[in-house]
């Protein structure tokens, strides 16, 4: 991949995830960072995240979670509930031999990274969402939510459907990628959003093609995550979403609370996770630290990378000294 590291195939007794690791830690005295990638991502988002982790002296490490790039992919969605996926970050510390590590997810990946603090709190350092926030489970199953809030044409609501929405993406994952990786044209999440931003099946389908202006990846950079769904279709990434109640039945009777050091960085213009959704977030993370980069959307590692590892470094040099 282009200015990234190789991957290296773990066995984790179960499942091979790849790894990419720049490691700025050689005598080993901070814990690791692990960077775990939300949808439609892979490992490769943290492009710009990792050489500047490194440069600050930690053993960075970015995984391509199970479904995904070049880890295993199975189809059967019952292996990509809340414990699976964590469970898969746990054996993945034990096949290298750390004990405890950092967790830093963005969208998907801060859904997995916060729940494993809550799961496995003594294999957990530290915990950083990026444009993801904790929220205690709803009192209801979220999917009936989404779908009353903001009508079926959701994507996640269409997501449930087996095998067609994927099907639907491989048909010309280059269009795809290039719809979804784009900067709002907004500064700040309006007050009203059109649902129809949601509906990325229809837009993907019948909608007009995606605006060069608003692009964020480069052409080889698109050319990355094309290969990389090539070889791994869609179905693991989208079979995360297929376990948003399973997650909330497994997570409702958990005790919210997070200890540990955790940060939050949201982006202004977020649409898909807005700021407004961290308000309240001290009552369950008394240890937080939150920031907003403005004028950036919800793929913050692509739109400003600069300002989010201007962040992380500072936190993780005050939070996890040698």
Same mark, same amino acid.
Not at 57 to 60: H, L, M, N
Not at 64 to 82: A, C, M, V
């Given at each position: 991949m282009a200015d990234f590291p190789d991957p290296k195939i773990i066995d984790t007794g179960g499942v091979n995830l790849a790894i990419y690791e720049n490691d700025g830690d050689a005598n080993r005295r901070r814990p690791p960072v692990i960077f775990v990638h939300g949808w439609p991502e892979i490992a490769y988002s943290w492009k710009y995240v990792l050489p500047a982790v490194a440069e600050a002296?930690?053993?960075?490490i970015a995984v391509?979670?199970?479904?995904?790039?070049?880890?295993?992919?199975?189809?059967?969605?019952?292996?990509?509930?809340?414990e699976k996926m964590t469970g898969d970050l746990v054996a993945l510390l034990d096949a290298l031999g750390i004990e405890q590590a950092v967790f830093c997810g963005h969208d998907w990946g801060g859904a997995i990274t916060w729940p494993m603090a809550q799961l496995h709190s003594s294999r957990v350092a530290g915990v950083i969402g990026v444009s993801t926030p904790h929220r205690p489970s709803p009192p209801v199953a979220p999917l009936a939510i989404m779908e009353k809030r903001y009508t079926d044409r959701h994507y996640i609501v269409q997501f449930q459907q087996e095998d067609i929405p994927e099907k639907i993406f491989e048909r010309d994952p280059d269009r795809f990628f290039r719809l979804m990786f784009r900067r709002p044209k907004f500064a700040e999440v309006p007050e009203t959003t059109d649902n129809r931003v949601y509906d990325i099946v229809g837009r993907f389908e019948?909608? @007009?093609p995606p605006d060069d202006s608003d692009a964020i990846l480069s052409d080889v950079d698109i050319a990355v995550f094309v290969e990389a769904y090539t070889r791994s279709g869609f179905t693991g990434g989208i079979n995360l979403y297929r376990n948003i109640d399973r997650n909330w039945e497994l997570m409702k009777a958990c005790d919210p609370v997070i200890t540990h050091p955790a940060l939050w960085?949201?982006?202004a213009s977020d649409i898909?996770? @807005? @700021?407004?959704?961290?308000?309240?977030?001290?009552k369950i993370v008394p240890n937080i630290e939150k920031h907003i980069i403005p004028d950036c959307g919800h793929w913050v590692m692509w739109e400003r990378p600069d300002a989010l590892n201007t962040i992380l470094v500072d936190w993780l040099l005050r939070k996890m000294p040698d």
């Open positions: 002296g930690f053993r960075a391509d979670l199970k479904g995904f790039g070049r880890s295993d992919t199975p189809h059967d969605k019952s292996q990509y509930d809340i019948t909608g @007009p960085v949201g982006a898909f996770l @807005p @700021p407004a959704g961290a308000d309240g977030i001290e």
